[in-house]
């Protein structure tokens, strides 16, 4: 494009306030170098790509130039600068400076250094120092010579002291001996158990402490709990709900042994009674309500109630029942003795006809059928 086109579409894209600002940098650039290219360099950061013929321009021409005197320099350099980006602010000026080549030797032609060689510092063996054993057996000798006098000076020189020995009085030494007090035992009162057992067959208990009115007939073996008591007679728990009184003297609060293991009592019924009847365990049969025999067994035999329990016959066994729970079972016909019964564990209470057996949870009792060779055996829940 020519350059006065070039020119000419500077004008039309950009604003008057514009043209005049890179007038007047033009004017300034050529003020200081009055160069035109180091002016394009400053306005541009750019060189010519052709060098101008006349390069040195100064300002005063480039304000002839404006105000319409001709100038080819000046036109083609004004044509050159506006088709190329403007900077908004002048670049510095680029000066090239041309890098000084140090010129190096080659490495034939470098002075060859001779090489270091190590060089062994040889150190001079320790000269061993003597032993000055002369000056050893003069010390030697000037101790014993030293030894020697001291041994004869105290010993034959020195004058002992003449000292009596003191007499010293060896006094008695009193002991006093404390009266030894003698202290009384104090034996724990025992604590009176709350229990008692029927120790006689056929024992009545009574409704009132008067003992008038017949409520109960307990066995030999039976326990109770003791709620009061008197030398006559004693207050006892026959249910929750029921209490009755019983001669003391019909009774007792000890026992010639201790209970034995539950398991030990049990495997003894097994094994000596009849036990065929039980469908589970005899455990399991304690605490069925008649409902529950009912349902085993089917109803029984016959039945019979007093003032405290329920009596179920079946067979030669029975079931008695307090408060609608099994709490007893009676084998009415066996050859059981005591002595038999001692084999399970020595009779805690024992008359001719009877004898009772507890363990930790149960009670054993036995009773002789009179006139025949029977016994009757009751296993019996210990829940006192």
């Known amino acids: 494009m020519h350059r006065s086109l070039q020119a000419l579409q500077y004008y039309t894209s950009h604003s008057e306030e514009d043209i005049k600002r890179l007038h007047e940098r033009i004017r300034a650039s050529l003020a200081s170098t009055e160069s035109l ?6 306005l541009t950061g750019q060189e010519p790509l052709v060098p101008f013929k006349q390069d040195t321009v100064t300002a005063e021409e480039w304000t002839a130039f404006l105000a319409g005197k001709h100038h080819s320099q000046l036109a083609d350099f004004y044509g050159t600068l506006v088709a190329r980006p403007i900077l908004k602010e002048d670049g510095p000026l680029v000066k090239r400076e041309e890098e000084e080549i140090v010129p ?9 250094e001779p090489r270091r060689q190590k060089v062994k510092v040889r150190t001079e063996p320790r000269v061993k120092r003597k032993i000055p054993w002369g000056w050893l057996a003069l010390l030697v000798l000037c101790f014993l010579l030293g030894a020697a006098g001291t041994y004869v000076y105290s010993n034959y020189l020195a004058r002992p002291a003449a000292t009596e020995p003191k007499s010293t009085v060896e006094q008695p030494v009193t002991v006093e001996k404390s009266e030894e007090k003698t202290k009384e035992l104090e034996t724990d009162p025992k604590v009176e158990a709350n229990v008692l057992y029927v120790k006689t067959r056929n024992t ?21 709990r003791i709620l009061e008591t008197t ?9 929750d709900e029921l209490t009755g009184y019983i001669k003391t003297v019909d ?7 201790d209970p034995i293991a539950d398991e030990a009592l049990l495997t003894w019924v097994g094994d000596n009674l009849d036990t065929s009847f039980v469908n589970e365990t005899l455990i399991d049969l304690i605490g069925k309500s008649a409902e529950d025999l009912n349902s085993a067994y089917g109803s029984p035999e016959r039945t019979f109630s007093d003032e405290v329990n329920t009596y179920l016959f079946y067979g030669n066994h029975f079931f008695t029942l307090q408060n609608d729970k099994v709490i007893a079972i ?10 038999e019964l001692a084999t399970l564990a020595p009779l805690q209470l024992e008359t001719e006809t009877t004898g009772l057996v507890t363990s930790n949870s149960y009670r054993l009792q036995r009773f002789e059928k009179p006139g025949t060779s029977f016994s009757r055996v009751r296993l019996a829940e210990q829940n006192l």
């Open 37 to 42: 290219t180091d002016t394009m360099i400053r």
């Open 104 to 112: 190096s030797l080659s490495r034939t032609h470098r002075e060859t």
């Open 204 to 224: 009545n208990i009574y409704s009132d402490s008067g003992l008038t009115d017949v409520l109960y007939e307990a066995d030999f073996g039976d326990g109770y």
């Open 231 to 239: 030398d006559t007679v004693s207050k006892v728990e026959l249910t």
């Open 251 to 257: 009774t007792t609060k000890d026992l010639k042994e």
């Open 330 to 339: 009676d084998w009415s016909e066996t050859a059981i003795t005591n002595a």
